[in-house]
């Protein structure tokens, strides 16, 4: 992402949940700041409350470089809108070259497992074309929500070439939600021999549970990549209230264990694939504004099938014997979670 903000002419938009004042983010500045000094136009679109650490003197001197920054819903004078945020990640380079998924801006994500023993698991996606520029107009929502001025975005052009079929689903408080829930819905009821989900924030709502029982009745080898460890435990013991449903109804679930996961990918049938910033919770399904891309093409459902497959080689496959004879602790927290699955 860096090399690609490096050979930017005109422009750059950079859209984060969670970006830190830490060695990456300091990095990201750095690229950004040159990038404004040659000319080009930089603007910087950061959650308020998903990069609360990051100071004051951060931001300020993004803004001594010209670099156009804004806070999405700060505390104030947005209280009551303070719920709601912006969990969106999203790079867009002059409006054809773009990147999107579940990556932040900070070291867990921009180093490597041996440089840096805490670096989480990630997908992220790299697109160029079109895709590009709706990604631009995605960003652009959030820019003037947070009281960005407007700029302008002329039609899109044409594409050249044949390249993978892409339809950005993208979703805000009070549009989209539905939408993204329908299309994600309709991806797993359409599968017919394989549908591997893998997801950070595993706390869905009970009809969840049953689309994807009804995968398995029709023969659909369905399997959940979930975390074996998280940054969020309280989210983690409310997926676990699911998994005795889940279990009974033949899916099959892997808790991944060399890092925190925080990757949400699906890949059905080999054929259709789906990166992005969404969970499998109630958080990104009402009160976050989101971003994903379902792609449509073997060469993308191979690299992200590829990617499955090793993730299971460091991953524990939880079994409905075992885990029925769970201690009765662990228990009481996931029934007590689960039901916090709401406001979690």
């Given at each position: 992402m860096c090399r690609a903000m490096e050979a930017a002419r005109q422009e750059i938009l950079v859209e984060a949940y969670i970006w830190k004042d830490d060695s990456t983010g300091q990095a990201f500045l750095d690229v950004l700041a040159r990038a404004a000094r040659r000319g080009v136009a930089v603007r910087v679109l950061a959650d308020a409350y998903g990069s609360l650490s990051a100071?004051?003197?951060?931001?300020?001197?993004?803004?001594?470089?010209?670099?156009?920054?804004?806070?999405?819903?700060?505390?104030?004078?947005?209280?009551?809108?303070?719920?709601?945020?912006?969990h969106r990640k999203i790079l867009v380079i002059d409006r054809g070259l773009a990147y999107t998924g579940g990556m932040n801006i900070s070291d867990e994500y921009g180093s490597s497992r041996s440089a840096h023993p805490d670096a989480w698991r990630d997908t992220h996606a790299r697109v160029e074309g079109p895709t590009a520029w709706e990604l631009a107009v995605v960003f652009?929502?959030?820019?003037?929500?947070?009281?960005?001025?407007?700029?302008?975005?002329?039609?899109?052009?044409?594409?050249?070439?044949d390249g993978a079929r892409i339809l950005v689903l993208d979703s805000r408080p009070g549009r989209g939600h539905l939408e993204s829930a329908s299309v994600l819905s309709a991806i797993v009821q359409a599968a017919?021999?394989?549908?591997?989900?893998?997801?950070?924030?595993f706390a869905p709502k009970p009809l969840a549970i049953d689309i994807l029982g009804r995968a398995v009745k029709r023969g659909v080898d369905v399997r959940l990549l979930l975390p074996g460890r998280s940054d969020v435990a309280l989210v983690r013991h409310a997926g676990h209230g699911y998994f005795s449903d889940l279990l009974a109804r033949g899916v099959r679930i892997f808790e991944y264990k060399s890092a925190i996961l925080h990757a949400k990918s699906m890949v059905a049938d080999g054929f259709v694939s789906v990166v992005g910033s969404t969970n499998m919770d109630f958080r990104s399904f009402h009160f976050n504004a989101e971003c994903n891309l379902v792609i449509l093409e073997e060469k993308t459902a191979r690299t992200l099938s590829a990617a499955f497959e090793e993730d299971l080689e460091e991953s524990v496959e939880i079994l409905e014997g075992l885990w029925n004879r769970r201690r009765r602790v662990h228990r009481a927290a996931d029934w007590f979670?689960?039901?916090?699955?709401?406001?979690?």
């Open positions: 100071r004051s003197a951060f931001w300020q001197r993004m803004k001594d470089h010209r670099i156009e920054v804004r806070l999405f819903h700060p505390l104030f004078p947005y209280l009551w809108f303070y719920p709601l945020r912006n652009s929502e959030g820019w003037i929500r947070a009281g960005g001025t407007p700029f302008e975005l002329p039609s899109l052009r044409p594409a050249a070439g017919q021999v394989s549908l591997w989900i893998t997801n950070a924030y979670a689960r039901r916090l699955s709401p406001i979690l």
